[in-house]
Every structure is written in structure tokens, then in C-alpha cells.
């Protein structure tokens, strides 16, 4: 150290690296002010004499989402005041990158919560923008844009508005048509009201279609009834595993049940259809077919699949014909589907909120919901006149069918827990970890379950 | 290999009978078998390019296209803006090379001719800038650059570059002391400036160091995906990893993994060119700054 304070070249290098520093970031800064002042003066007065503002939409960089740049210009002739600019990134990087903008003050004016991240994280981090004063200075009303009530009331914390519901998805039964006919099974129905159409039953039809072989090509399975995500599953069998605060303490349950006999007999019916039946496929078994595609029933080794009506929107790809069906009564008379519902959402650092709410408005009329459900490829509308369109966009699948199953799925619906509790998506991780050796049958629900209702009470507490 | 015929110089070659050494044989065949194992992968990448939409489906995999969609190879123009992306990424990896050669390389050369007090300890300084993970320093260059107005914009994945990376820096140093002083001396004689002597007489030299230099900061830059999604937001300016990425984003569809397959046999394509071309060099390369 003596020696460097002694040496005279390494201070005067140091010297010049700082000055060339100084001189590098003074200049950018000096620039950069110059150009908000001269780009902000609209903003200043956009209340006013309708100048020009920029707003950017920032959404998942894939075709279901970025449909919208096609909208643009219809808008833009519309609001010859407002420009909207589209940002994006891959799905896996979507957070990430919201939260850089957000801490480098370029904070995107709409999106929603299109990554790993769900609305509850979102708003304990106090990212969103309150809508309510804007909802009542504008005179928007839901049933101007046929959005059903209910749905608005995902995105009201306390009384006040945080989201505009925008796309909704259920959770639904997608049946292998081909294999139906090949074991002689007749079809599962798709009114909800049809009682007879158990889990039991559904058990009985899956155990026709099963046939395990040595040969992994000819082995095929009656049904994957991985419901919703990993967490919400007992709420099938009417078991409830966080408490009814849930809802309306900001996405803080004050308990959760994980290790109730109920919670844990609720698993164990689902685990039954992989080890007692053998009539659903074992984890490893699932991946090694599937492949990276995630999803064996894509590759036709599947009868009965319940997932998310997203996958309907590939339907018209898949290799063999395919219905939609019930998920069936699993004796519990409320939730027999997860609703997954994505909202439009205005940032708290946004410069422009009533020019992005004039925007949100655009994509909630019935036309432009219509138009988004062809341009996206089918995503399903919250708007229910627009759902008509919806219903008929699948080929070989009777309209009536979707429609009915849409219906009854809101009906016994239960929303998605994933965008409602807060740190969610450790919630998720820690969960397809720990149920990991389950879905294996390397151990048992008693063994892991009092675990996971540990280790969910210190994620909650964070 | 040569070892037998070094333990019995002096035996008759009629007692060995040019008998073939198991050994040689055994070595050979696993080698054959690990090169089939290391091209499998690659094979079924362009195997999977080639497949229609359906087949990729299927299970279980075939293992040559059933029908060759050679179609594949012009739909993915139309797809993802294919031809943009592999532009942009060439525009961007080609200004990052240069800078990193011209600031590392002139970084280094200061580091390797010049003895002065302090010498060590801003190369230790320098070293240890490579043990900062890059997502520690992500939010402050972003807020940086957003001040600059380079958002949206090549500038944040270019310019650094043109400020030396430590690695390549301490690659270069290390090839640079190895060039003899009389060489210089002579240089100096004739009357050679600095900069004079480090571009006439040290870049000539180090032609397999640079070329080295170069295919790091091209591959680094080639596959970067993290920079790119921070910094470019428009579809227009995106490169090829943000694009492939984008392939698979969607949570409703099916990947279309044959596509994908399509943009990587494409994008390898750079490379394994420019590996070809500085082949030599790079092996060589490797070869003197490991030894000495």
C-alpha cells in the first residue's frame, strides 16, 4: 500500500479515470434532462390541450399476447393525442424485467400479471396504480362492457378498484375422442348440472382406457387430473387449506391447513389415481414422454385431461380429435374449477393513468374483444358477448359444448389462489418441490404434509 | 503410441508380426462411440428442424423425418422476423468484437510493456472486477443508461465492450509479456512510437491471442440473453436468443420446437464459421497462453 500512495502514475491515472467519468456522466445527465424537460412538457399539460403522450404496454413477447400492436392503429385514430408503444420480453424473463423498469424509472403505464409474479405480490409491493377515483371521474361501469360482477370484485382490495378483469380462463376437461371410441366408452358430458358424472365414474371410464405395457409406446393412461395448481387441489373435494381472510386481508391468510386430515385425505384421492388405480401416469413417466411439450395428453397417450381451457387453444394442432367435457362432481357442491383471471392493471409510476385507462377501455369493448379473440389465436374475453365469438372458434369442437362447460365452470368456479396470495410463486416452487417425492412414491402425504404447512406459514410471514 | 516401439527397438520385425495393439484399437473404439454420443444431440436437432408440425408430436420420436419439411427453413423467416433478429445479433457481436479487441488489447499491452509502482495492484483491482456477478451491477447500469436515453437502443450492448473486459485483458497481458523486449528495442531504434509499436509490431504478433479474444467476445455476445431482454423492448431491435426465447413463451400453445430447432442449426451457423476460420489460430492460441 505504501508504495501506491508514494507512486505518483497510479493517482494521476486515477485522477483521469475520474475526470473522464465525471465528464462522461455530466454530459449524459445534462442530455438526458434536456430531454425529459423538452419530452415531459406534454405531459405537464396533458390534461389540457390534448398533446401528445406516449404510453407503453408492457406484455409476454408471444403471439397470444402481442396481438394488441394490431389494435394500435385503430386506437390511435381514435385518440389522435395518445401514442401507445408495445414493450416485451419472454415469459421467463418478464419479471425480472418489470421490476429493472420499475427501479430505473421507466415504469411501463399497463400491464398485468403475465409472469411468475401474481396480482397480490404486485400490490403488497405497492406497484399498482388505485383505479377507483378513475373509474368514478370517467363513469366507467362493467356492464357497459358486459363484464360480470363477480369478476370485477377479484381486483377490489377494500373497496377500491386495482385491475380491470380483461381475459378469463377456467379449468375444463379435454377427452381424447379417438381413444373413447377405440375402448367403446361413451362420450363425458359437458353440463355441470349432470350429477351423474362423478370422479368415481370418471375412475371407471379411465380404468377402460388404461393399458400399461413394457413397451412405452403402446402404454397409454384413462386420465392426468392435475387440477389447477399443486396447492389448490383439495378444494375439489371441498377440503380448504387457507382461511376464509384470505380475501380480504390483502392476500394474508391467518392460518392454512395444510396438515388437516381433511387437507390430506383430499391429496391422497388424487395420489390414488396414480398408485391405487394406476389409471393416471406417474410423474416420470409423464416427462419422459412428453417430452419438453409438458403435456403427454398432447402426445395422444392420454383419454382425460383437466387443465387450463388454454390448452384449447392448441386443440387445432393436436393429432387426433378432441371434446371438451365437466370436470366432474367430486362431491363437493362449490368448486369443480380453478378460474385463472388475467386484469388490466395501470403501474403507480405511470406519467399518463388517464390516457392508459382510455386504452383499457379500448380493449374491453365488445368489438375489439371479439377481433382479440381471432388475433390472439383464442384467448377467452371476460366480456360476455364476446364470448359467443369465443365459443365457436375451435374446429371440431361443438360450440355448444364450450359454451356450457364455460358456464358451469363459473358457476362452480373459485378463483385461481396464485394471483391472490402474497409471495406466490415460492409458494408454488416450494410446493412442486416437496410434493416431489410424492408424485414418485418415495413418501407418503403424512410424511411430507405437516412440512409443507411449516414451511407455507414462514413463506406467508415474509 | 510410440512407447512399444521404443521398449523393443532392437527386436527382429518378424517376432511382432505388425500386430495390431489392443490398446490403439480399444482407444479408437471409444472414441468413435463418445463422438457418435457428442453429435446425437446435434443430429436430432437437425432431424427435428426437418419434421412437420405433427411429427414433432409424436412418441415415440422417430428418428429421420417421415416426410422432409424442408419448408420449415423459409416459414421461420415469416414466424419470427427471423432475418431482422440474425442481423441485429450480427451488428451487435460484430462491434462488441471490435471494441473488445482494440480496449483489450491496448489495456493488456500497457499491463505487459510497462513496469511502474502500483503495476500489481490495478491488476489485482482489474482481476477482481471479474468476480462481480453481473446481476449485482444490472439495476445501476440500467438506471445509467435509461439516463442516457440508450434505452431501447444498440448502445447499452456495444459500448461496454469498448471499455476491456478483465478476462481478456489478463488473456491478452499474459501473451503480450511473452514477446521478446529486443523486439522493441529495435522498434524503438527505428524510432516507433507507442501506439506505433503496440499496432506494428505486438497485433502482428499476437495473432492467435486475438483471434482467441475474438471468438469469446463473439460467442459471448452471440448468446447473451439476459443485456438484451433489459435493454431492447421493441420487436424490431431484438436479437436472435430474445427472439428464441420468445418461441417458447407462450403458456397456451405447443412450442413449436421445430422451428426452434431451425433458428438454432441457423444461428450456429456463425460460429462454427468462424471457428473454422480462426481454427488454427484459436488452437494455437490456447496452446501458448496455457503453456507459457
Known amino acids: 500500500m505504501n508504495k501506491i500512495m508514494k507512486s505518483k502514475r497510479p493517482a494521476v491515472l486515477l485522477t483521469t479515470a475520474l475526470t473522464a467519468m465525471v465528464a462522461i456522466s455530466g454530459c449524459g445527465g445534462g442530455k438526458s434532462a434536456g430531454n425529459v424537460a423538452a419530452g415531459d412538457s406534454g405531459a405537464g399539460n396533458s390534461g389540457g390541450s390534448g398533446e401528445q403522450v406516449t404510453i407503453s404496454h408492457y406484455t409476454i413477447d408471444s403471439e397470444d399476447r402481442t396481438f394488441i400492436e394490431k389494435l394500435i392503429p385503430e386506437f390511435e385514430k381514435e385518440h389522435p393525442n395518445i401514442k401507445v408503444k408495445v414493450e416485451k420480453a419472454p415469459y421467463e424473463q418478464f419479471d425480472s424485467k418489470l421490476q429493472t423498469l420499475i427501479a430505473g424509472g421507466n415504469s ?25 377515483d378513475l373509474i368514478k371521474e370517467d363513469g366507467f361501469k362493467a356492464e357497459d362492457y358486459n363484464i360480470p360482477g363477480n369478476l370485477m370484485k377479484i381486483y377490489t382490495v377494500n373497496g377500491r378498484t386495482y385491475g380491470i378483469p380483461v381475459n378469463m380462463y377456467v379449468t375444463l376437461m379435454l377427452y381424447n375422442k379417438d381413444m373413447f371410441d377405440a375402448a367403446g366408452v361413451s362420450y363425458p358430458p359437458s353440463d355441470y348440472e349432470d350429477k351423474s358424472w362423478t370422479f368415481e365414474r370418471m375412475v371407471e371410464d379411465a380404468k377402460k382406457m388404461t393399458l400399461v405395457s413394457d413397451d412405452i409406446a403402446k402404454t397409454q393412461y384413462g386420465v392426468d387430473f392435475t387440477w389447477a395448481e399443486r396447492d389448490m387441489r383439495p378444494l375439489y373435494f371441498g377440503a380448504e387449506p387457507y382461511s376464509e381472510d384470505t380475501w380480504t386481508n390483502g392476500g394474508v391468510p391467518s392460518e392454512t391447513h395444510f396438515d388437516s386430515p381433511e387437507v390430506i385425505a383430499a391429496y391422497q384421492k388424487l395420489f390414488d389415481l396414480v398408485f391405487k388405480d394406476k ?40 393429432p387426433f380429435k378432441i371434446g371438451v367435457a365437466a370436470v366432474p362432481w367430486g362431491g363437493n357442491e362449490q368448486v369443480r374449477s380453478t378460474l385463472f383471471v388475467d ?105 411430507v404434509m405437516p412440512v409443507i404447512q411449516k414451511k407455507v406459514t414462514e413463506i406467508i410471514k415474509r | 503410441m510410440s512407447t512399444v516401439k521404443a521398449a523393443s527397438p532392437l527386436s527382429p520385425p518378424s517376432r511382432l508380426r505388425r500386430r495390431v495393439d489392443p490398446v490403439k484399437i480399444a482407444s479408437f473404439i471409444t472414441l468413435v462411440i463418445t463422438t457418435f454420443l457428442m453429435l446425437l444431440p446435434l443430429f436430432f436437432m437437425v432431424s ?201 413463451s407462450s403458456r397456451f400453445r405447443i412450442p413449436p420446437w421445430h422451428l426452434l430447432m431451425v433458428a438454432s442449426v441457423l444461428a450456429m451457423v456463425p460460429i462454427v464459421t468462424l471457428f473454422a476460420i480462426a481454427q488454427k489460430q484459436f488452437v494455437e492460441g490456447i496452446v501458448l497462453t496455457g503453456i507459457k
Open chain 1, 108 to 132: 411501463p403505464d399497463v400491464t398485468s400479471h403475465y409472469g411468475y409474479g401474481g396480482f397480490a405480490e404486485y400490490y403488497n409491493k405497492d406497484m399498482l396504480l388505485d383505479l377507483t
Open chain 2, 48 to 248: 427435428t428442424s426437418l419434421k412437420s408440425k405433427r411429427e414433432m408430436l409424436k412418441f415415440p420420436p422417430t428418428f429421420l423425418p417421415e416426410s422432409w419439411a424442408w419448408s420449415n427453413y423459409t416459414d421461420i423467416f415469416e414466424t419470427l422476423q427471423f432475418g431482422t433478429l440474425y442481423k441485429n445479433s450480427l451488428i451487435i457481436a460484430g462491434f462488441s468484437v471490435f471494441g473488445t479487441l482494440l480496449s483489450s488489447a491496448l489495456v493488456a499491452y500497457g499491463f505487459a510493456r510497462y513496469r511502474g509502482r502500483g503495476n500489481n495492484f490495478w491488476f489485482i483491482l482489474l482481476l477482481s472486477t471479474m468476480m462481480l456477478p453481473y446481476p449485482a451491477i444490472m439495476i445501476p447500469q440500467f438506471v445509467l443508461f435509461s439516463k442516457m436515453q440508450w434505452i431501447d437502443t444498440f448502445l447499452p450492448l456495444i459500448v461496454p465492450a469498448f471499455f476491456g473486459s478483465a478476462y481478456n485483458i489478463f488473456l491478452l497481458r499474459q501473451f503480450f509479456s511473452t514477446l521478446p523486449e529486443e523486439l522493441f528495442d529495435a522498434g524503438r531504434i527505428d524510432g516507433c512510437g507507442e501506439l506505433r509499436m503496440w499496432r506494428t509490431i505486438a497485433l502482428p504478433l499476437s495473432a492467435p491471442a486475438l483471434a482467441t479474444v475474438a471468438i469469446f467476445a463473439f460467442i459471448y455476445s452471440w448468446n447473451d440473453l439476459l443485456t438484451p431482454v433489459l435493454y431492447l423492448s421493441s420487436s424490431d431491435k431484438f436479437t436472435l436468443p430474445v427472439g428464441m426465447a420468445s418461441l417458447t
Open chain 1, 279 to 318: 389409471v393416471s401416469p406417474t410423474s416420470e413417466w409423464s416427462k419422459s414422454v412428453a417430452g419438453q411439450n409438458g403435456d403427454p395428453f398432447v402426445a395422444g397417450k392420454i383419454g382425460m385431461s383437466i387443465g387450463g381451457s388454454w390448452n384449447l387453444a392448441g386443440a387445432n394442432d393436436f
Open chain 1, 343 to 447: 386484469p388490466l392493471l395501470i403501474l403507480k409510476d405511470s406519467k399518463h393513468p388517464k390516457e392508459a385507462f382510455e386504452w383499457i377501455k379500448y380493449l374491453m369493448t365488445t368489438e375489439v374483444q371479439e377481433k382479440s379473440i381471432e388475433l390472439s389465436g383464442g384467448n377467452p374475453p371476460v366480456n360476455t358477448e364476446a364470448a359467443e365469438v369465443y365459443y365457436k372458434h375451435f374446429d371440431g369442437i361443438d360450440p355448444q359444448d364450450v359454451k356450457k362447460v364455460y358456464e358451469g365452470a363459473v358457476k362452480y368456479g373459485y378463483e385461481s389462489y396464485n394471483h391472490l396470495i402474497t409471495n406466490y410463486s415460492q409458494i408454488n416452487d416450494m410446493f412442486i418441490n416437496e410434493l416431489q417425492p410424492v408424485e414418485t412414491g418415495h413418501k407418503t402425504l403424512e410424511e
